[in-house]
């Protein structure tokens, strides 16, 4: 899977009104200045007031200063971009959405948002300080209770004043100031710390996050989010950002001990004529040492987080900003040049290696529209190096190699991986695949495989009293070999890759390459699948580790299925916003647990994975809500958080694999049983949508051309009911059938009956699946029962008196009560 930061990136990252009388004009300022200014913000001493019945509306939240003081930062580029208040206040927010409600109350347990605060951190690029300034008073020198003490006091703890939002706010001073920014962090009387963000350059402007702990990890719980006012009214899906990237051209030198050095340059395409300030993903673990425009004039670049912030072996997410000496028009080109040098690979032992960067090791506009790359690697001999894209050249002399990689199909985005591999390939049409996989495993894995099988190697004594308790001498132990399953893996791949083209239409590049990567996940890049060294394991060997035999189908071949499958689901076709990132992950998913059924014992197999994955979504977590319960499938990567830690997991994987396994029901023609529609429409959506970025209902309105009359159940030829159900809302249905036979004739009988529904709202209405149980155990579908809040009737005649009847539970994410 392509990772991207949702919502929950906005608390690291940390946007109409022209402010008359700004002291500088934005192309003036000398961004270090101005740089310098924010990373120092203080309290201003002049600049505190008494404020009292004062308030701030920001879209939907209400923030009222009842009685306090309010003390204004200095400035920077000329202007107050934040302050400290401390007193009495009060928040007000109520969410417009059903489903953002739903998502506050489970945080807060109302679908409201209304609390008092005694303090206020507030950073901003608005009319903030000139809206409170207007209202506030001068504190009387004789007012006992004026805080003497208040700017000394805040100015001693920098990060209490917010500083990181300074990035942010720099790219407003420097640039476009329509789309502004508003932070508050306010310190709640009974839900503590949390803060409430309008960030206009934002799709979804206004949020509220807090951060929590839930599991011993640190989450960024976004209660809710949702569009401003204004960011709606704009185009619905733009993107943060001043600029989109037309091509990359790197160039990367790695030296036997993994430092690397890198140069890069960028065609880039502005997307607005007012802002000049560039932000890039970028490894915290690499230095930039130069940024040049096309004429060789050296440019003002920033890295993120400060090195002194950094600490030893943190892989979080870093970035660099780049100032522009000038904005571009809208849709004039440019380049910029980049030198940067460190160290992203591990060794993670036994000559295992790891990138660990993801996308951070080039300066990285991000994943939001396709580029083309061209891929440049100098590296020793005794290393075999796997890119993203066709390999065009490759040259080995005084041991080093030197390679060329460039774009064959849709990238949005681009990497490598490298190690003493061994490799494979083999020819599947017009597609090679290749799968390459080190002699041994990562030290790691290779001591827990020692540790949990020494003990079984115990001397065969005649007498167990005589038998040592001590394990035998881990020697004994053969070790793991990802290499020795080189020809396994290539064929799995083979055999999925070509299934896929049967389903998805051709596989988008030109060859597929495999790689083996240490940890536990996999990855699907354009073109080249990381998998985990246990995907490159015997079945019995990963049983020795302790893996549970119920995992074995997503391991393995599973996850090799999977990552492929993302080839087409996240690569070619990629996802608008974090919102409707559970298409790719969800027919990822899906694709896989088809796979599965086409195998030996395939329909056993992919309904026992179907029932695995229900049973974990009515599971209860420590909460004693289910896991399904955490939050609407639209929620994406929302739902791993604090209360829910693997929420995503559950909801997105599994229960969206289950969304289009019942879809894949709708859209069975009733009296053949045919599901060749559903595959059409997934074809058909591949072939229109190819290269662009979908969106949930890019998906569901594609999805009706392909409707059957029966899964018309509002008559308006729509699918909003399934998937307002299945995708916006939560809930697992429960149903009770009863029914009785009666026989008509010798060869004909009349079996007729009712469904009750509970367990999900009134509203909620489906499509029930319901089935006879013959002689043999047999079952034989009879069709589909429309059944709502008022329950379901049926009629149905059959040639042989069933033995019951019963809700078809292989097809139906429900809970089936006799
Ligand atoms: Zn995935």
Redesign the pocket.
């Known amino acids: 899977?392509?990772a991207e930061s949702g919502v929950s990136g906005r608390l690291l990252l940390l946007a109409i009104v022209l402010l008359p009388g700004r002291a500088w004009a934005a192309s003036e300022l000398d961004p270090k200045e101005v740089l310098n200014q924010l990373h120092n913000v203080k309290v201003d001493p002049d600049q505190v007031y008494v404020l009292r019945h004062a308030q701030l509306i920001r879209d939907r939240v209400k923030l009222f200063f009842n009685r306090g003081y309010i003390g204004f930062f200095t400035k920077a580029a000329g202007e107050i971009t934040g302050a400290v208040y401390i007193g009495e206040g009060e928040i007000l927010l109520i969410p417009p959405t059903r489903v953002e409600k739903e998502s506050l109350a489970r945080f807060i347990h109302s679908p409201i948002l209304e609390e008092q605060f005694t303090m206020a951190i507030l950073r901003f690029t608005d009319q903030t300080a000139r809206e409170l300034i207007a209202v506030a008073e001068r504190p009387e020198p004789d007012d006992p209770e004026r805080p003497l003490d208040f700017p000394q006091k805040w100015n001693s703890a920098p990060h209490l004043l917010a500083v990181e939002d300074s990035p942010r706010i720099f790219e407003d001073l420097l640039g476009d100031r329509t789309l502004p920014y508003f932070h508050a962090r306010l310190e709640g009387s009974s839900l503590k710390w949390f803060e409430v963000v309008d960030d206009e350059r934002f799709p979804e402007a206004v949020s509220v996050v807090a951060a929590r702990r839930g599991d011993d990890e640190l989450f960024a719980d976004c209660w809710c989010a949702f569009p401003s006012k204004s960011s709606a009214a704009r185009r619905a899906n733009l993107r943060p950002g001043m600029a989109k990237a037309l091509s990359y051209d790197i160039d990367t030198h790695l030296e036997p001990g993994s430092s690397m050095t890198g140069r890069a340059e960028l065609l880039l395409e502005s997307l607005s004529s007012s802002d000049r300030v560039l932000t890039f993903d970028f490894s915290r673990l690499l230095s930039v040492s130069k940024v040049l425009d096309e004429r060789g004039e050296s440019l003002a670049v920033y890295q993120y987080p400060l090195q002194e912030d950094i600490e030893a072996g943190d892989r979080s997410k870093g970035w660099i900003q780049v100032v522009l000496p000038a904005s571009h028009p809208v849709g004039d080109r440019f380049r910029i040049r980049f030198n940067y040098q460190g160290n992203v690979i591990t060794d993670v032992g036994n000559h295992v290696l790891y990138v660990g960067e993801r996308g951070g090791w080039y300066p990285n506009l991000g994943i939001g529209s396709p580029a083309s790359f061209d891929l440049k690697f100098d590296y020793p001999e005794s290393l075999t190096l796997v890119a993203t894209g066709a390999r065009i050249e490759q040259k080995t002399a005084e041991g080093r190699t030197r390679s060329r990689w460039r774009s064959d199909g849709v990238f949005r985005i681009a990497g490598f991986n490298l190690g003493p591999y061994h490799s494979v390939d083999r020819r599947v049409g017009k597609t090679t695949v290749e799968v390459y996989a080190t002699r041994e495993a990562e030290a790691a894995l290779e001591e827990r495989h020692t540790r949990k099988l020494a003990p079984h190697f115990v001397l065969p004594l005649p007498s167990r009293e005589r038998t040592p308790s001590f394990p035998i001498s881990p020697d004994v132990v053969r070790p793991l070999a990802p290499a020795a399953l080189l020809q396994t893996v290539a064929e799995s791949a083979a055999q999925a890759l070509q299934y896929f083209e049967s389903l998805f239409g051709p596989f988008p590049y030109s060859r597929l390459a495999i790689s083996q990567i240490p940890g536990n996940f996999?990855?699907?890049w354009p073109g080249l699948v990381y998998l985990p060294t246990l995907a490159f394991l015997r079945k019995s060997e990963r049983y020795e580790l302790g893996l549970p035999e119920k995992a074995e189908d997503l391991l393995g071949h599973g996850m090799v299925a999977?990552?492929i499958?993302?080839q087409w689901w996240?690569n070619l076709l990629g996802w608008q916003t974090y919102h409707d990132q559970w298409l790719?992950?969800g027919l990822?998913?899906y694709a896989a647990a088809l796979d599965l059924s086409r195998q030996k014992d395939g329909d056993r197999r992919f309904h026992e994975l179907l029932r695995g994955y229900k049973l974990d979504l009515l599971s209860k977590g420590k909460s004693g809500m289910s896991n399904e319960a955490s939050g609407p499938i639209w929620l994406g990567q929302r739902l791993s958080n604090s209360l829910t830690p693997g929420g995503y997991d559950d909801v997105v994987?599994k229960k969206a694999c289950w969304v289009l396994h019942m879809l894949r029901g709708l859209m069975s023609d009733p009296s053949t049983g045919s599901d060749e529609r559903f595959f059409r429409l997934l074809r058909d959506f591949v072939a229109t949508y190819q290269g662009m970025d979908v969106s949930t209902e890019d998906f569901m309105r594609h999805a009706e051309k392909y409707m059957t009359r029966s899964s018309d159940l509002e008559h308006d030829r729509r699918l909003d009911w399934f998937f307002n159900e299945w995708v916006y809302e939560t809930g697992i249905p429960t149903y009770k059938l009863q029914s009785s036979v009666k026989q008509l004739s010798a060869k004909r009988f009349l079996v007729q009956g009712t469904i009750t529904q509970s367990g999900v709202s009134s509203d909620f209405e489906m499509l029930v699946p319901v089935v006879a149980v013959v002689g043999n155990d047999k079952k034989a579908a009879l069709g589909r029962v429309p059944v709502s809040e008022d329950g379901g009737r049926f009629k149905f005649t059959t040639t042989e008196r069933p033995k019951r009847l019963a809700i078809d539970e292989e097809n139906l994410l429900a809970i089936s009560e006799r």
């Open positions: 899977m392509l996999g990855q699907g999977h990552e499958a993302h996240g790719s992950e990822a998913t994987y």
